[in-house]
């Protein structure tokens, strides 16, 4: 009988590695990181004085100017350092090893009770591996719905937030030049 109970122990742990060897390992969940600053800043503007206007003359101008961009865009950088969907979020998730880990032990319950009687061990071990399986390919899926998520909205603010910051950009630039400044 005990090479019986051995045998079977085998043959299901074989079974469940074999079904192991099927899942895929998923991807280490990120949290969505704000994209590195672009080389300048894009509501940044560089300008030179071409009438010999002094520090303080600059000053006046920049500021008359910035209001006036303003104004004209209803665009503030000031108060958009980043787009609002790019901001730093706290969402609680679990890690694929949490989520893996929990359908593994919920698969050797649910293994367990459904074995025959004195073959709980068995039970427990066949369910465990079906969980795993189970648990991976969720994880999986839910990380590839987060990205996707993700680059969507993305994509979107970042236009917009590039739209609005090149409009701002050509009015400061405009005004600056009228004034007597090379902008670059």
């Known amino acids: 009988m005990n090479t019986k109970i051995l045998s079977r122990g085998l043959i299901v742990l074989v079974a469940g590695a074999a079904l ?10 990120t949290v969505a990181a704000l994209p590195p ?10 300008f030179y004085p071409l009438q010999g206007q002094g520090e303080a003359q600059q000053d006046r101008d920049r500021y008359e100017c910035f209001s006036w961009a303003v104004r004209q ?15 730093a979020a706290v969402v609680p998730a679990r890690s694929p090893g949490q989520s893996i880990g929990a359908a593994a032990a919920v698969g050797a319950v649910i293994g367990a009770i459904a074995a025959r009687p004195g073959n709980t061990a068995g039970g427990a071990v066949v369910g465990a591996m079906a969980g795993t399986v189970l648990g991976s390919a969720a994880a999986a899926a839910e990380q590839s719905q987060a990205q996707q998520v993700s680059r969507y909205r993305d994509t979107r603010a970042d236009r917009r937030f590039d739209q609005q910051a090149g409009e701002f950009r050509r009015a400061m630039s405009a005004c600056l ?3 007597g400044y090379s902008v670059k």
């Open 20 to 29: 192991a060897g099927c899942a895929t390992v998923p991807e280490s969940r």
């Open 37 to 46: 600053p672009p080389p300048v800043e894009p509501t940044k503007v560089y």
């Open 73 to 87: 865009t209803g665009f503030d950088p000031s108060r958009h350092s980043a787009p609002e969907e790019q901001r």
């Open 177 to 179: 030049e009228g004034r």
